[in-house]
T-cell receptor, first 114, second 114 residues
Framework: GDSVTQTEGPVTLSEGTSLTVNCSYETKQYPTLFWYVQYPGEGPQLLFKVPKANEKGSNRGFEATYNKEATSFHLQKASVQESDSAVYYCALSDGNYNQGKLIFGQGTKLSIKP | GPKVLQIPSHQIIDMGQMVTLNCDPVSNHLYFYWYKQILGQQMEFLVNFYNGKVMEKSKLFKDQFSVERPDGSYFTLKIQPTALEDSAVYFC????????????FGPGTRLTVL
């Protein structure tokens, strides 16, 4: 079945450094790929999504490219801020248009030191 | 942004009893979902619901589970009877349409079965 694997956490970085959270996926379908972010006490919220291979998504300085050949969707940010501390989830939705089921990775907890 | 509410935030219950988890989805949304996250593990899809019917359910959605949304009120997940392995955080989500649409998540209900 479909699966998503991402960087094991927790990850601790200093403010101003760069971030990469790896995400790899397996599916036989043609998925849309998502990054969700979860802050303490809240549910996950969409950071951005990319429906098509070889396209890039971005929001709030975060970006990721849908690499179909490598089956990857790594999250990157050039310079992290303390407010970026959260749990980040990579997810996919398969090609079944009406269902909307999301398959999540295990989440990567990110802590940014000032 | 749009908010999904979940009631209660925490529920403690004895094994074998019935529990109902309540979700107040975004008002104009048509698709509803439940996900389960055991502590330290991935968030996993349980079920989705549209037009009064279950569209898809996972193997985690045991026979003891049921969902409904009577007449636009709460979208509920009922577990009867509960088992120890049902202890988890349950997230409700909603979206305006299915497929690859953004899902809006509630903050979760932490269920503890003793």
């Amino acid at each position: 079945g479909d699966s998503v694997t991402q960087t094991e956490g927790p990850v601790t970085l200093s403010e101003g450094t760069s971030l990469t959270v790896n995400c790899s996926y397996e599916t036989k379908q043609y998925p849309t790929l998502f990054w969700y972010v979860q802050y303490p006490g809240e549910g996950p919220q969409l950071l951005f999504k990319v429906p098509k291979a070889n396209e890039k998504g971005s929001n709030r300085g975060f970006e990721a490219t849908y690499n179909k050949e490598a089956t990857s969707f790594h999250l990157q940010k050039a310079s992290v801020q303390e407010s970026d501390s959260a749990v980040y989830y990579c997810a996919l939705s398969d090609g079944n248009y009406n269902q909307g089921k999301l398959i999540f990775g295990q989440g990567t907890k990110l802590s940014i030191k000032p | 942004g749009p908010k999904v509410l979940q009631i209660p935030s925490h529920q403690i219950i004895d094994m074998g009893q019935m529990v109902t988890l309540n979700c107040d989805p975004v008002s104009n949304h048509l698709y509803f979902y439940w996900y389960k996250q055991i502590l330290g593990q991935q968030m996993e899809f349980l079920v989705n619901f549209y037009n009064g019917k279950v569209m898809e359910k996972s193997k985690l959605f045991k026979d003891q589970f049921s969902v409904e949304r009577p007449d636009g009120s709460y979208f509920t997940l009922k577990i009867q009877p509960t088992a120890l392995e049902d202890s988890a955080v349950y997230f409700c989500a909603s979206s305006f349409w299915g497929g690859f649409a953004e899902q809006f998540f509630g903050p979760g209900t932490r269920l503890t079965v003793l």
